[in-house]
């Protein structure tokens, strides 16, 4: 069954690199990165992710735009369109529905995180200064404790992003990007500075860059291979939806290196921020989750020009979360309105009411509900754990897979149009290097690997 249907196009070849690097710079690139680099050893742990963002993120991601724009339509549409044009099984479908609704699974928690950045920033613009560690971990608790100030937020952040996304792919998406993600880069690049000035930027590069091999450890490794994934927006139909909105002309492999180093960049910048602060108001950086919620507004409440820093910083995290949930936003919403001819609108807000209501179950789990668990594990961190370390790799696995093994070298040379020796490469670390590294991963994440722990 092909379907064809008149679909928006981004603008341009920029317009579609800022988009994706707008779904990729989010809370994973500031928020995980910098806790899971502070707590996992500093260098050893992003040494490894450079690694793995150059060996599995790239091609990856190479590949879901190929699979979006041969197929041109939704997740689901995409696979039935190239599974048909292939010769393989509409089975393949599962995979764009995998996708989808793992990213409304993801979209429910991320929504409720980018709530709490809201709130932070709303605490910094009325000036609320926090003096010392325990007050800090006090703020934190106080609105991990009130769900109806976790729900506010949510609700505040689900209808911002939900709102872009109703008002279409140029319109909306295109537009949304083109103002935040400018922004984005400015306040990074201001922050990075001032950090440089008011922290330890030093201590922050020895932390970051120093080679440790003793810090090598299989599980490092392996959290860093973990959150390329993630950093990348790949496997949940996000990448996929926009490059399905992407011309023919384009080449893949070039767009693709753009998005995947400004991405990481931004990782890597925001953490030289964040660690030169935190070093350099003699903070440490290994306080997990919190660090970016209760270790840094120490450094904010004894810096010259705190207060305004602490605005831009929570600004900055916000308008990543921002154009990253609106990606998450778009597959359902494609899906809904190619699907059943409905409208975007009220594809968007139809769309809003179910992620709505598992959002706001999710800020009772850490509160009211806490003791509600799945697997040990609240709500929240029941999502994330079952996106994250499952449905992600297990998706990614299987679009490896297709493009490497079932589309045809025929049709995915003709598609991607790497010159020379860039396509075996690309091709072969498709089908060998990725799939097994994944499975590595995935095999940990379940606990199948003991020996590596
Ligand atoms: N990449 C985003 C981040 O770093 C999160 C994200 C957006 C995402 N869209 C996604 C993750 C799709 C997985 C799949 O915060």
């Known amino acids: 069954?092909?379907?064809?249907?008149?679909?928006?196009?981004?603008?341009?070849?920029?317009?579609?690199i800022l988009v994706t690097i707008g779904s990729a710079v989010g809370l994973g690139n500031i928020w995980r990165f910098s806790y899971l680099a502070g707590s996992s050893g500093g260098s050893a742990f992003v040494l490894v992710y450079l690694l793995c963002v150059g060996l599995i993120g790239l091609p990856l991601l190479m590949a879901e735009i190929l699979i979006g724009r041969r197929g041109r339509g939704?997740?689901?549409?995409?696979?039935?369109?190239?599974?048909?044009e292939t010769g393989n099984s509409p089975w393949w479908a599962l995979l764009g529905w995998a996708g989808m609704l793992g990213a409304l699974l993801i979209l429910s928690y991320y929504s409720v995180v980018s709530?709490?950045?809201?709130?932070?920033?709303?605490?910094?613009?009325v000036g609320i200064r926090v003096e010392t560690a325990e007050a800090a971990r006090q703020g934190f608790a106080a609105l991990a404790g009130d769900p109806l100030r976790m729900g506010f937020w949510h609700t505040v952040m689900l209808t911002l992003s939900v709102g872009v996304v109703a008002?279409?792919?140029?319109?909306?998406?295109?537009?949304?990007?083109?103002?935040?993600?400018?922004?984005?880069f400015l306040i990074l690049l201001?922050?990075?500075?001032?950090?440089?000035?008011?922290g330890d930027m030093p201590a922050a590069l020895h932390f970051m860059f120093d080679f440790k091999a003793d810090a090598l450890t299989p599980s490092v490794v392996l959290a860093a291979m973990g959150h390329a994934f993630f950093s990348l927006s790949l496997g949940m139909g996000a990448i996929m939806v926009y490059g399905s909105y992407l011309d023919r002309h384009t080449r893949i492999g070039h767009t693709s290196l753009w998005v995947v180093g400004a991405s990481t960049l931004v990782g890597?910048?925001?953490?030289?921020?964040?660690?030169?602060?935190?070093?350099?108001?003699?903070?440490?950086?290994s306080a997990g989750p919190g660090l970016i919620l209760q270790t840094l507004p120490l450094a904010f409440a004894h810096m010259p020009g705190g207060r305004?820093?602490?605005v831009f910083f929570f600004l900055f995290v916000l308008f990543a979360a921002w154009t990253s949930a609106i990606s998450l936003v778009e597959p359902f919403v494609s899906w809904l309105t190619e699907r059943y001819g409905i409208r975007r609108a009220r594809a968007a807000w139809g769309t809003w009411a179910p992620v709505w209501l598992l959002g706001l179950a999710v800020c009772l789990s850490f509160n009211r509900w806490s003791d509600f668990t799945l697997a040990g594990l609240n709500l929240f961190d029941a999502l994330d754990q079952f996106a994250s370390k499952i449905m992600m790799p297990l998706s990614g696995l299987m679009i490896a897979v297709y493009v490497g093994w079932r589309m045809g070298t025929a049709l995915v040379r003709e598609e991607i149009a790497l010159r020379g020796a860039a396509f075996p490469l690309w091709f072969n670390v498709?089908?060998?290097?990725?799939?097994?590294?994944?499975v590595l991963v995935f095999c940990h994440n379940l606990g199948w690997l003991p020996w590596l722990a």
């Open 1 to 16: 069954m092909s379907q064809s249907v008149s679909r928006s196009t981004w603008t341009n070849r920029w317009a579609f």
């Open 74 to 84: 939704n997740p689901v549409q995409a696979m039935l369109n190239t599974a048909e």
């Open 115 to 125: 709530g709490w950045i809201a709130d932070y920033l709303y605490q910094a613009v």
């Open 167 to 184: 008002r279409g792919v140029v319109a909306g998406i295109e537009a949304a990007n083109r103002i935040m993600m400018p922004v984005l």
């Open 190 to 198: 201001l922050l990075t500075l001032w950090g440089g000035v008011v």
């Open 268 to 285: 890597l910048l925001s953490g030289m921020a964040i660690f030169s602060l935190t070093f350099g108001y003699g903070l440490a950086p």
């Open 308 to 310: 305004l820093v602490a």
């Open 430 to 438: 498709l089908r060998y290097v990725v799939p097994i590294g994944i």
